[in-house]
C-alpha cells in the first residue's frame, strides 16, 4: 500500500518467500535439482520476465540451463529494463553492450543477482526445466513463443514474427 514503511514491506516479502521456499516439496524439489538457491532465485527472476506461461516458463528454462552448460551467453532481454529501463522491444544494438554485470549479452552465466521477483510457478520452471533440441526462442508481437535449434532458424523467425 502507498505509505507503508519500506522496512516492513521488505520484511513482510521476504518472510512470504522463506515460508513458500521451506514448504517440504519445494525445498526438497530445489535440491534435487542441485543447483544453488540464489542461482535457482536468479533463472527464476529471468523466466518471471521471458516467458509468460508455465509451460513457456519451463522451456526457457531447459534452454537457458542448457546455455549455461555448453559456456553460451544467455543473451536474454529481460535484463535490460532492469540495468537501463528500456524493454525488448525498445533496445538498440549499441544498448545490448551496456557495461553491467547484468548484461547477459556481454557476460557468460547467471547476472550476479536476480532481476525481478519471481513467482513460485517461476521458481518452479527454474527447477523443472523441459529439455529439448532447442537453444533459441522468441517472443512475437502477440506474445506468442517460437522456438528454435540453430540461429538461421532464430533469424527466419525474428523476421517472420518481428519484421527484423
Request: hydrophobic letters at 40%.
Amino acid at each position: 500500500m502507498p505509505g507503508e514503511d519500506a522496512d516492513l514491506v521488505l520484511t513482510t516479502l521476504e518472510n512470504n518467500f522463506k515460508i513458500h521456499i521451506a514448504d517440504p516439496k519445494v525445498a526438497d524439489a530445489i535440491t534435487k535439482f542441485g543447483k544453488p538457491l540464489n542461482e535457482v532465485i536468479t533463472m527464476a527472476s529471468i523466466l518471471e520476465k521471458e516467458g509468460a506461461t508455465t509451460k513457456d516458463r519451463e522451456m526457457i528454462s531447459g534452454i537457458l540451463w542448457k546455455r549455461i552448460s555448453i559456456g553460451m551467453k544467455l543473451q536474454v532481454d529481460a535484463v535490460f529494463p532492469y540495468i537501463i529501463g528500456v524493454n525488448s522491444l525498445q533496445l538498440t544494438k549499441a544498448q545490448l553492450q551496456t557495461d553491467s554485470p547484468y548484461n547477459t549479452y556481454t557476460h557468460a552465466g547467471l547476472p550476479p543477482g536476480p532481476i525481478s521477483n519471481p513467482s513460485m510457478d517461476s521458481i518452479m520452471a527454474a527447477i523443472t526445466p523441459t529439455k529439448s533440441n532447442y537453444l533459441f526462442y522468441l517472443s512475437d508481437l502477440h506474445s506468442v513463443m517460437h522456438y528454435c535449434a540453430n540461429y538461421a532458424c532464430q533469424q527466419a523467425n525474428a523476421a517472420k514474427y518481428l519484421g527484423n
